[in-house]
C-alpha cells in the first residue's frame, strides 16, 4: 500500500508565493514519475507539472512561475509557486506513479488535496 501525503496549501494575494510539499510512503519499489494536478470548481482535473528521470513538463498556464523538483530520495516533491494570480486558486493533488515490486505494471497514486486560495 501506498500512502501519498501533501501539505503547504493556504490563502495567497496575488503575486505571492506558496510551496506545496508531498511525500509518498509505503511498499514502493520504485516511483517512475510524480506529479501536481489541480482543480477548481466547474473544471476537470488539470495537471500543472510532472517530473521523472526523463523530462520535466508544465502546463502553459503556469510556465515561468511554478517549478517543481523531488528529493534525492525520490519520494518527496515540491511545487513552488510564485506570481499567484486568481485563476491559480484549485485543489491540488499530489499524484505519484510507481511500482510497488520488481515487475508489475506503475499504478497512480493519489494525495487528499491541498486548497490553494489566491485572493486580496
Known amino acids: 500500500q501506498v500512502q501519498v501525503v501533501e501539505s503547504g496549501g493556504g490563502l495567497v494575494q496575488p503575486g505571492g508565493s506558496l510551496r506545496l510539499s508531498c511525500a509518498a510512503s509505503?511498499?514502493?519499489?520504485?516511483?517512475?514519475?510524480m506529479g501536481w494536478y489541480r482543480q477548481a470548481p466547474g473544471n476537470e482535473r488539470e495537471l500543472v507539472a510532472r517530473?521523472?528521470?526523463?523530462?520535466?513538463i508544465y502546463a502553459d498556464s503556469v510556465k515561468g512561475r511554478f517549478t517543481i523538483s523531488r528529493s534525492n530520495a525520490g519520494n518527496t516533491q515540491y511545487l513552488q509557486m510564485n506570481s499567484l494570480k486568481p485563476e491559480d486558486t484549485a485543489v491540488y493533488y499530489c499524484n505519484v506513479i510507481a511500482r510497488t515490486g520488481r515487475t508489475g505494471l506503475p499504478q497512480n497514486y493519489w494525495g487528499q488535496g491541498t486548497q490553494v486560495t489566491v485572493s486580496s
Open positions: 517530473i521523472s528521470s526523463s523530462a520535466t
Open positions: 509505503g511498499s514502493i519499489f520504485s516511483v517512475v514519475a
